[in-house]
């Protein structure tokens, strides 16, 4: 099962659905740039821009996304974050902190970064239902696009399960077999959600201590996002 490249292009969708939204004036935005909108983005822009997956999944992140396109996209950005974030935890905390050199997806070889890619593939599936809006229609409608997406029938049948499932971030934290798969779905799942939704912000909590997170290192986590898309 090949879950890289569905990854990437939900990534992406959120850029390309704020640009099919907003016109010209998206563009414009676009040419100011953001560095975390550009990492996300990639080469080639989103492919599922105004699809029944790209508002569902991509309307939020759209909001904290922009800027033109630079050479990272996808789940290797997610890996530049947290590797940034990572060095920088690192070194605020020698005393306490074995320093080691972060093993991010974007410094993976093709098998690894596929353990990451699943990874972070369901932890945006599960902050996608954060807000419980997500319904059966809706349901269907998604099982329906990721099919036209993917010809890897396990990888339809892996997804459509996943959406299914009800919603337990104790469930979704087990997939953070390590500290940088744990840093990288918690960014992808940041990206989701919305901070000032109460039930979204408390499931973002809750997944961050469930992957055992450092308070610390969730707030670098959360300053290195907050630059990125600055």
Do not use: C
Not at 138 to 154: A, M, S
Not at 195 to 203: A, C, I, L, T, V
């Amino acid at each position: 099962m090949e879950t890289r490249g569905l990854l990437d292009k939900l990534l992406k969708s959120g850029q390309d659905l704020m640009q099919k939204q907003a016109g010209g004036k998206a563009t414009a935005r676009a040419g100011q740039g953001s560095q975390l909108g550009n990492l996300i983005s990639g080469a080639g822009g989103g492919a599922l821009a105004a699809s029944t997956i790209g508002l569902l999944m991509g309307n939020k992140m759209a909001r904290k996304m922009g800027g033109k396109v630079i050479t990272y996209g996808g789940l290797a950005a997610l890996g530049v974050i947290a590797y940034k974030a990572f060095n920088n935890w690192q070194q605020q905390n020698k005393a306490a902190t074995p320093q080691v050199q972060p093993q991010t997806a974007d410094r993976l070889p093709a098998p690894e970064a596929e353990l990451h890619s699943k990874a972070v593939l369901r932890a945006l599936i599960g902050a996608a239902k954060a807000d419980g809006h997500i319904d059966d229609r809706e349901r269907q409608l998604i099982h329906g696009e990721v099919t036209g997406l993917t010809g890897d029938q396990e990888v339809q049948s892996w997804f459509d399960k996943e959406l299914h499932k009800p919603l337990d971030p104790a469930e979704i934290a087990k997939s953070a077999t390590t500290p940088e798969i744990a840093a990288e779905m918690y960014l992808a799942s940041l990206l989701m959600v919305d901070e000032q939704n109460f039930m979204e912000r408390s499931y973002l909590d809750e997944l961050a201590r469930q992957m055992k997170l450092e308070p610390s290192f969730k707030a670098e986590l959360e300053k290195q996002a907050m630059e990125a898309a600055g």
